[in-house]
Nanobody, 127 residues
Framework: QVQLVESGGGLVQAGGSLRLSCAAS????????MGWFRQAPGKEREFVAA????????YYTDSVKGRFTVSRDNAKNTMYLQMNSLKPEDTAVYYC????????????????????WGQGTQVTVSS
C-alpha cells in the first residue's frame, strides 16, 4: 500500500514557476514508477509527466516539454514537478500517481495503469 500526498500548488502569474511535491509513505517507493496527471474543469484527466523507478527515464506530454521537469529522490520518498514558464492553460488540479509496473512511455501515459493516487493540488495560472 502506498499513500501519496501532493503539495506546492497555488496561484501564480503567467510566466512564473511552481514546484510540486509528491510525498509517499511506505518503504517500497523506490520500486514504483511515478506519474503526474492534471485535470482542468470540464476536461478529462490528462497525462503530464512520468519517471521510472530509478529516475533514469522521464516522459512528458508535448505541451509541457521544455517547461516542466519531473524528478525524484528515493531517499526522501518524494517526487517533484518543477514547472516553469507557466501558462493559463496549465491551470488544473495536479495529481501524482504510482504504478508497480515498469514499462515504457505508452504505458505510463494511461491513467488506468496506475495503482495509487494522491488527492491533488490546485495550480492556477493567471494571465
Amino acid at each position: 500500500q502506498v499513500q501519496l500526498v501532493e503539495s506546492g500548488g497555488g496561484l501564480v502569474q503567467a510566466g512564473g514557476s511552481l514546484r510540486l511535491s509528491c510525498a509517499a509513505s511506505g518503504r517500497t517507493f523506490s520500486t514504483y514508477a511515478m506519474g503526474w496527471f492534471r485535470q482542468a474543469p470540464g476536461k478529462e484527466r490528462e497525462f503530464v509527466a512520468a519517471i521510472s523507478w530509478s529516475g533514469s527515464n522521464t516522459y512528458y506530454t508535448d505541451s509541457v516539454k521544455g517547461r516542466f521537469t519531473v524528478s525524484r529522490d528515493n531517499a526522501k520518498n518524494t517526487m517533484y514537478l518543477q514547472m516553469n514558464s507557466l501558462k493559463p492553460e496549465d491551470t488544473a488540479v495536479y495529481y501524482c500517481a504510482a504504478t508497480a509496473t515498469s514499462s515504457g512511455a505508452t504505458y505510463y501515459y494511461g491513467a488506468l495503469n496506475y495503482d495509487y493516487w494522491g488527492q491533488g493540488t490546485q495550480v492556477t495560472v493567471s494571465s
